[in-house]
């Protein structure tokens, strides 16, 4: 059980029967960032179409929707207890594009609006969420949003994606 998987108010989330845990690839998350006082801990999550029975593959389903627990240490703080801007961008801009990997989209982010509305407190623990608003012709409206322990938005985003031919997806 990761430290992540302590937390009371994470834990319950991740009972949630309409969601299920998936492995994590990306190459930023575990891998650049995943350090004991940087972003220690990830689990990604998605949700179950509604249509379909809860998925036993290790693999992502399909979806619309994803979320990801993260714990935050001290240094990607930019100020001392608040996570800094870059890496809520950052966040956003993963866990966005993560949503349309998980549908087996290659595809590369060409805007990204991010909107800060409070601090994201760093150390801590917070959930970012993706979910997909709008597909046309090769392009998708994505939308993204980093919640604390109470449901309050700290940070959302709005991002357009475009795909990428030639690319398999890292999902």
Same mark, same amino acid.
């Given at each position: 059980?990761?430290?992540?998987?302590?937390?009371?108010?994470?834990?319950?989330?991740?009972?949630?029967?309409?969601?299920?845990?998936?492995?994590?690839?990306?190459?930023?998350?575990?891998?650049?960032?995943?350090?004991?006082?940087?972003?220690?801990?990830?689990?990604?999550?998605?949700?179950?179409?509604?249509?379909?029975?809860?998925?036993?593959?290790?693999?992502?389903?399909?979806?619309?929707?994803?979320?990801?627990?993260?714990? /935050? #240490?001290?240094? !990607?703080?930019?100020?001392?207890? &608040? %996570?800094? +801007?870059?890496?809520?961008?950052?966040?956003?801009?993963?866990?966005?594009?993560?949503?349309?990997?998980?549908?087996?989209?290659?595809?590369?982010?060409?805007?990204?609006?991010?909107?800060?509305?409070?601090?994201?407190?760093?150390?801590?623990?917070?959930?970012?969420?993706?979910?997909?608003?709008?597909?046309?012709?090769?392009?998708?409206?994505? /939308? #993204?949003?980093? !919640?604390?322990?109470?449901?309050? &938005? %700290?940070? +959302?985003?709005?991002?357009?994606?475009?795909?990428?031919?030639?690319?398999?997806?890292?999902?």
């Amino acid at each position: 059980m990761t430290p992540l998987e302590q937390i009371p108010w994470i834990a319950a989330l991740l009972t949630n029967p309409s969601y299920e845990t998936s492995p994590l690839h990306d190459n930023l998350l575990p891998k650049a960032l995943n350090t004991p006082d940087a972003i220690p801990y990830c689990i990604l999550q998605s949700r179950v179409p509604p249509h379909s029975s809860q998925a036993t593959s290790p693999t992502l389903e399909p979806t619309h929707e994803l979320r990801l627990f993260a714990s /935050l #240490g001290q240094d !990607v703080a930019g100020h001392s207890g &608040v %996570l800094h +801007g870059g890496v809520v961008a950052s966040l956003l801009d993963s866990v966005m594009g993560l949503v349309l990997a998980s549908r087996g989209q290659a595809c590369m982010t060409a805007s990204l609006n991010v909107r800060f509305r409070r601090p994201v407190p760093a150390p801590g623990a917070v959930v970012v969420q993706s979910w997909v608003k709008e597909e046309r012709a090769g392009r998708w409206i994505v /939308l #993204g949003e980093i !919640v604390d322990q109470t449901g309050k &938005v %700290l940070a +959302g985003a709005e991002g357009m994606f475009v795909g990428v031919t030639g690319r398999p997806s890292r999902v």
